[in-house]
């Protein structure tokens, strides 16, 4: 079975504090994503790794950063974080093109900002 | 830009009755994949049922099935013989076959189950 573990399950941070939320996969796969999930937004996309080093923009890149420098780990970076970043952020991955296109999650973040 | 809405916010159903969530979509490619996934609380997202646009039957999962109208750009999913562990917020998400391989989600809809 995949695999995929963030460090936090409940984070609170103060206005202004940079924020690292981490996302190790165990399956090999080249896709990775983080997404934000709101009440009555559903998931939106924040950004995504197809490979190493490489990152594309989401829907919502705004605020945020992120960080691919090994395969299996993508890191997502508030580097000042604010009250409205206050959210449950999902991490995900699927294998590739070759793939079905299932996502397997981990158990998400729920990040409190002060 | 592909979207999918999911109009019912919430839903809830007497356990071993049939409920229905609905979803609708819009893109102009004319191949890709649907899916549905289920967050029971506190609990990791899995994928309920998926389908791809080029097949005409209606996917199935035991208790879980699919009605895809492609025509009307339409996907909803019906939950037969509901029990309470059916009880999550579930969520329809889109995705193309060529290109960008992210996923895009509805707002999700919130199924209660009533015992």
């Known amino acids: 079975d995949v695999k995929v573990t963030q460090s936090s399950r409940y984070l609170v941070k103060r206005t202004g504090e940079k924020v690292f939320l981490e996302c190790v996969q165990d399956?090999?796969?080249?896709?990775m994503f983080w997404y934000r999930q709101d009440p009555g937004l559903g998931l939106r996309l924040i950004y995504f790794s197809y490979d190493v080093k490489m990152k594309e923009k989401g829907d919502i890149p705004e605020g945020y950063s992120v960080s691919r420098e090994k395969k299996e780990r993508f890191s997502l970076i508030l580097e000042s974080a604010s009250t409205n970043q206050t959210s449950m952020y999902l991490c995900?991955?699927?294998?590739?093109?070759?793939?079905?296109?299932?996502?397997?999650f981990g158990e998400g973040s729920r990040l409190t900002v002060l | 830009a592909q979207t999918v809405t999911q109009s019912q916010p919430e839903m809830s159903v007497q356990e071993a009755e049939t409920v229905t969530l609905s979803c609708t979509y819009d893109?102009?490619?004319?191949?890709?994949?649907l899916f549905w996934y289920k967050q029971p609380p506190s609990r990791q997202m899995i994928l309920v049922i998926r389908q791809e646009a080029y097949k005409q039957q209606n996917a199935t999962e035991n208790r879980f099935s699919v009605n895809f109208q492609k025509a009307a750009k339409s996907f909803s999913l019906k939950i037969s013989d509901s029990q309470l562990g059916d009880a999550a917020m579930y969520f329809c998400?889109?995705?193309?076959?060529?290109?960008?391989?992210?996923?895009?989600f509805g707002q999700g809809t919130r199924l209660t189950i009533n015992p």
């Open positions: 893109t102009s490619e004319s191949d890709y994949y």
């Open positions: 995900a991955t699927f294998q590739g093109a070759s793939g079905t296109g299932e996502l397997f």
């Open positions: 399956m090999d796969h080249e896709n």
């Open positions: 998400a889109y995705r193309k076959i060529q290109g960008a391989q992210k996923l895009v």
